[in-house]
């Protein structure tokens, strides 16, 4: 069984600062690995989608890598801003199951 | 394309009554997904559906029924609705290339039980 853990569950951090969020999979059998981001009361916003063949993405101040055969997955934010604040879900894609973590609370402060 | 629609956005019920939750797609897509998300949690797969006329259990599947009796469509319905579901419903669909598999969700459906 697939289990998606998010470390941490929660950040605080003045802007400017690099952020690193964690994902991790106990499955290394994954189709891909996706990154959300998701804001109070909305929907999910795709920011970067990692193919099993691929070992990173990146957009705009976002990098995403993937380490498959550790379970790994980290989401780099580079210069945070307080617009950045929202929870960020990753979720990855076995055989037929698309799997999500519980998140990580993102607040960036001036 | 629309993508992935969700009906209805918003809906109250009391408990004890029924209802249900329509996802469409007009991608073409063959894997559908229906998933609740709680407060301060992730998303917990309920059904999904590999295929037209297949319907498979998730990680929460008790109290839930599903139907994929059109491709585009996958149906969640709620029997007899209890407070516990409360929550906001997110519908998924994939499409899976040779190389590049690619997931679409709906906009949610806030559920509210009374």
């Known amino acids: 069984k697939q289990e998606v853990t998010q470390i941490p569950a929660a950040l605080s951090v003045p802007e400017g600062e690099n952020l690193v969020l964690n994902c991790s999979f106990t499955?290394?059998?994954?189709?891909?690995l996706q990154w959300f981001r998701q804001d109070p009361g909305k929907g999910l916003t795709s920011l970067l989608l990692?193919?099993?063949?691929?070992r990173e993405q990146t957009s705009g101040r976002l990098n995403a890598s993937l380490d498959k055969s550790s379970g790994r997955s980290t989401l780099y934010i580079a210069a945070s801003q307080p617009g950045d604040s929202a929870t960020y879900l990753c979720?990855?894609?076995?055989?037929?199951?698309?799997?999500f973590g519980t998140g990580t609370r993102l607040q960036v402060f001036p | 394309n629309a993508g992935v629609t969700q009906t209805p956005k918003f809906r109250v019920l009391k408990t004890g009554q029924s209802m249900t939750l329509l996802c469409a797609q007009d991608?073409?897509?063959?894997?559908m997904y229906w998933y609740r998300q709680d407060p301060g949690m992730g998303l917990r797969l309920i059904h999904y559906s590999v295929g037209e006329g297949t319907t498979a259990k998730g990680e929460v599947p008790d109290g839930y029924n599903v139907s994929r009796l059109k491709k585009q469509n996958f149906l969640l319905g709620l029997e007899s609705a209890a407070p516990s579901q409360t929550s906001v419903y997110f519908c998924a669909s994939i499409r899976r290339g040779t190389s590049h598999i690619r997931q679409y969700f709906g906009p949610g459906t806030r559920l509210t039980v009374l």
């Open positions: 979720a990855v894609l076995n055989t037929d199951k698309l799997i």
């Open positions: 991608m073409n897509h063959e894997y």
């Open positions: 499955d290394s059998a994954i189709y891909n």
């Open positions: 990692i193919q099993s063949s691929q």
